[in-house]
């Protein structure tokens, strides 16, 4: 057929996208532990990899062009099936909303993936924390400066402020990073073009990194190398300075913003005056099995 035709027959709907979603949640709700493990650890590796990409990157030109090479990571995530708990604070929301996941499963996979997503983030942080300094001889690679300074920015930089303004800044941040994240999201549910995917999760990753906001998985990375590489940071910081409001952000901006949303203009109603949701139908929308 013709190539623009043939484009667009790919696309998918919103109702569609939606329906992928829940169907998305539910699988990974009944996932076992061991997957949601080995699952989540790739994840928390592979963003990493992504960081110092785009960290590398923007000490040699500016950050705006890291941030267009970030979502690289993000892609190899959805593009296999990994788990990732940004992605899982509106993925299982959803599911849950509409009766088709127990909230203990939502729980177990919540706490799961993000022992897997921090577990690979530390392990990517010590082996770059020890390549990049030449096995902890040399501290001159631009790049270890940044990541202390990020450290420090993703800390202090909070606890300066006056009050509690610092962690409302923190939250809002992640609230706005995971609103983003969430829409990346539903971009890979929008097509079954691979290469449709790709570009299509592109563009709200590269939003999201680009303007700095607080990313769960990426800070469990970017804090502890940088504390690896000597950055005055303590373990109390990094979880209640940043990592629980993030936690909170990331998990409103996720679900409300983008699951509860798409969730009630483009879910099912059950009927027109009762505007409910009803467990959708799953039989009709085939999220992750691709056509050409």
């Known amino acids: 057929g013709h190539p ?3 484009c667009m027959s790919n696309w998918n709907a919103p109702e569609v996208v939606v329906k992928a979603v829940l169907g998305a949640g539910v699988k990974k709700a009944n996932l076992p532990t061991r997957d949601l493990l080995i699952r989540g650890a790739l994840s928390g590796a592979i963003l990493g990899f992504a960081t110092t990409l785009a960290f590398t990157c923007a000490v040699q030109t500016k950050p705006i062009f890291g941030a267009v090479l ?3 990571g993000f892609v190899m995530i959805l593009l296999f099936g990994l788990e990732l708990v940004t992605g899982n604070f509106m993925v299982l929301p959803m599911a849950y909303q509409t009766g088709q996941v127990r909230l203990q499963d939502l729980l177990w996979n919540w706490a799961m993936v993000f022992c897997g997503n921090f577990a690979g983030a530390l392990f990517y942080a010590s082996l770059y924390a020890f390549v990049t300094t030449a096995a902890f001889t040399h501290y001159d690679h631009p790049v270890v400066n940044l990541l202390k300074q990020t ?3 993703k800390t202090h930089a909070y606890t300066a402020l006056p009050g509690a303004s610092g962690l409302a800044v923190c939250f809002c941040k992640a609230l706005l ?3 983003m994240v969430c829409m990346g999201v539903a971009c890979n549910m929008v097509t079954t073009s691979v290469a449709g995917k790709v570009l299509a999760m592109w563009l709200p990753v590269l939003t999201f990194f680009g303007q700095g906001f607080e990313h ?3 800070n469990m990375f970017v804090i502890p190398c940088g504390m690896i590489l000597g950055a005055d940071v303590s373990i109390l910081d990094l979880i209640f300075v940043n990592l629980i409001p993030v936690i909170l952000g990331n998990i409103i901006g996720g679900s409300v913003f983008v699951g509860f949303a798409f969730l009630y203009t483009f879910g099912e109603r059950k009927t027109a005056d009762q505007g409910g949701l009803l467990p959708t139908d799953l039989t009709s929308a085939n999220p992750l099995q691709g056509g050409s």
Request: glycine letters at 6%; aromatic letters at 14%; charged letters at 15%.
């Open 4 to 6: 623009i035709r043939r």
């Open 70 to 72: 970030f979502p690289v």
């Open 151 to 153: 450290a420090l920015g």
């Open 177 to 179: 990073c995971n609103w």
């Open 216 to 218: 769960l998985v990426v």
